[in-house]
């Protein structure tokens, strides 16, 4: 019996000191004072080309929205996960309901890593780990821009998750195994500049491995299959293989895919459809030389089979 006590003493001191340990790694971590303190003021009109690279609107536009409409970030827009239900929120410049009251320090802290004026962890959902690769001065200018848009009252409704994923808290381990600022993609020394160009607007602002990426039961990126396509988060369809291996977009060249980006027709005069379709329309907004850029990183990149289950093909 006293070594049962101590057996069940041991234990309990275990789970304690885990508990503890679990609770420390878990926090919050934000921007160091001297890295907010080096930056300047953004510049609004920089500010506007990172707000349609990070494709703001696909988000947090009202669903439907056309027009100058889609500058009106209320939010509201329903993302059905295996993980639940995660809803947009209102970051429109409204001070009660969006995001006019943040100061330049609760934004970049958002957009870098993941963490909310109040201190708790934003859900990944939000794709600030792709964010986290941005460079300060266009999240300054990122934050310029959107000072320039309307404040639109109404607070989105919020997220409906199951147990565990209902507990910020645990965001925390999450991002202490895939929240990094390091490239995804190692360049060889010497790479011409509109591949370091578009690794920077496919890997950061772009965001788009946070969809065309197989992800691991945690919801992490596997980077080992980066672009490879994926099963879509939401419903039962597949995100493309966008790297040149067999099945993505071998057969396509950098002129085919800048063309695409502009107008929305593939080289067989295909057109974008489903979620693409609010992406495309905001690279067409981008610089002829920013497509060029994107354009010229993807078909830089490893090339991979696709990163998801192989379709049945319809029978008659």
Known sequence: MPFVKKLVGV???LGGVGAVAGWVLSAPVTLDTQTLAKLGPGDAARGKRIFYAGGCTSCHAKP????DARLQLVGGLELKTAFGIFVPPNISQDSKDGIGAWSFEDFANAML???SPSGEHFYPAFPYASYARMKSSDIADLYAFLKTLPAVAGKAPGNSLAFPFNIRRGIGLWKRLYLSDQPVVAL???APDPVVAGRYLVEG???CGECHTPRDFAGGIRKSEWLAGAVAAEGSGVVPNITSGEGGIDKWSEADIANYLETGFTPSFDSVGG????VQHNMAELTAGDRAAIAAYLKAIPPHPNGYPARKKATN
């Open 11 to 13: 234990l309990i001191a």
């Open 188 to 190: 060889p020394d010497g």
């Open 113 to 115: 890593k993941g963490v």
């Open 275 to 278: 979620a693409m379709v609010d």
């Open 64 to 67: 439907g929205s056309r027009g």
């Open 205 to 207: 602002p772009g965001h």
